[in-house]
C-alpha cells in the first residue's frame, strides 16, 4: 500500500518536474535567441569596429552616405555597446540623431545627460560640445546626420567616467 502511494506521488510530482525543467530550459533558449537576433534584426548591417580614439568602449559604424559636392550631409549607422560613447565633440554644421535601437544617452556641454530612447530624435546644434553614446546596461543604435559643408567634426576631450555616470533626466 505504502509503495503504491509513493508510486502514485510520483507519477503525479515527475511529470510537474519535468514540465518546469522544460520550460526553463525553453526560456533560456528563447532568450539567447532573442538577443542574437537583435543583431540580425538590424535596420542596417553594424558596419566596421571603429578604431580610432574617439571613441570610449566598443562601437561600430556604417558609412550609408558621404558627404559629396552634391549633398554635403554625411549619414551614419552607429552601434554602440553598453557604456561606449563618443568624445565630447561639436559640428560646424550641427549633426540629426536618429535613435532606431536601444537606450542612449546625449549630453551639451554645461547641460543635463539626457536619457535617448528607440525612435527619438536629437537635434544637435552647430558648434555646441556634446556626446552621445550607449546607456551603462544597453546597447544603442543611431543613425547620425551630420551637415558637413561647414567643415568636420570637431573631437574634444574623453567624456570622464563621472560626466558618463552623472545625473540624467528623460526627455
Known amino acids: 500500500m505504502k509503495q503504491l502511494?509513493?508510486?502514485?506521488h510520483l507519477k503525479i510530482i515527475?511529470?510537474?518536474?519535468?514540465?518546469?525543467?522544460?520550460?526553463?530550459?525553453?526560456?533560456?533558449?528563447?532568450?539567447?535567441n532573442t538577443d542574437m537576433n537583435r543583431t540580425e534584426?538590424?535596420?542596417?548591417?553594424?558596419?566596421k569596429k571603429?578604431?580610432?580614439?574617439?571613441f570610449t568602449g566598443t562601437a561600430w559604424l556604417n558609412n550609408l552616405v558621404?558627404?559629396?559636392?552634391?549633398?554635403?550631409?554625411?549619414?551614419?549607422s552607429v552601434t554602440f555597446e553598453p557604456g561606449a560613447r563618443t568624445k565630447w565633440h561639436s559640428h560646424p554644421a550641427g549633426q540629426i540623431i536618429l535613435a532606431l535601437d536601444g537606450v542612449g544617452y546625449y549630453q551639451e556641454k554645461g547641460k543635463e545627460k539626457v536619457?535617448?530612447?528607440?525612435?527619438?530624435?536629437v537635434k544637435c546644434p552647430i558648434n555646441v560640445p556634446h556626446w552621445h553614446g550607449a546607456?551603462?546596461?544597453?546597447?544603442?543604435v543611431q543613425i547620425?546626420?551630420?551637415?558637413?559643408?561647414?567643415?568636420?567634426?570637431?573631437?574634444?576631450?574623453?567624456?570622464?567616467?563621472?560626466?558618463?555616470?552623472?545625473?540624467?533626466?528623460?526627455?
Open 5 to 8: 502511494l509513493q508510486m502514485k
Open 14 to 32: 515527475t511529470p510537474l518536474i519535468f514540465t518546469t525543467l522544460l520550460s526553463a530550459c525553453g526560456n533560456k533558449v528563447q532568450s539567447i
Open 41 to 47: 534584426n538590424l535596420i542596417f548591417a553594424k558596419g
Open 50 to 54: 571603429i578604431e580610432n580614439d574617439n
Open 66 to 76: 558621404d558627404a559629396d559636392s552634391t549633398n554635403q550631409n554625411a549619414v551614419g
Open 115 to 121: 536619457i535617448v530612447r528607440k525612435g527619438e530624435v
Open 135 to 140: 546607456s551603462a546596461d544597453t546597447a544603442f
Open 144 to 171: 547620425a546626420i551630420t551637415g558637413r559643408e561647414k567643415g568636420e567634426t570637431v573631437w574634444l576631450e574623453p567624456v570622464s567616467d563621472a560626466e558618463y555616470h552623472g545625473g540624467q533626466k528623460e526627455r
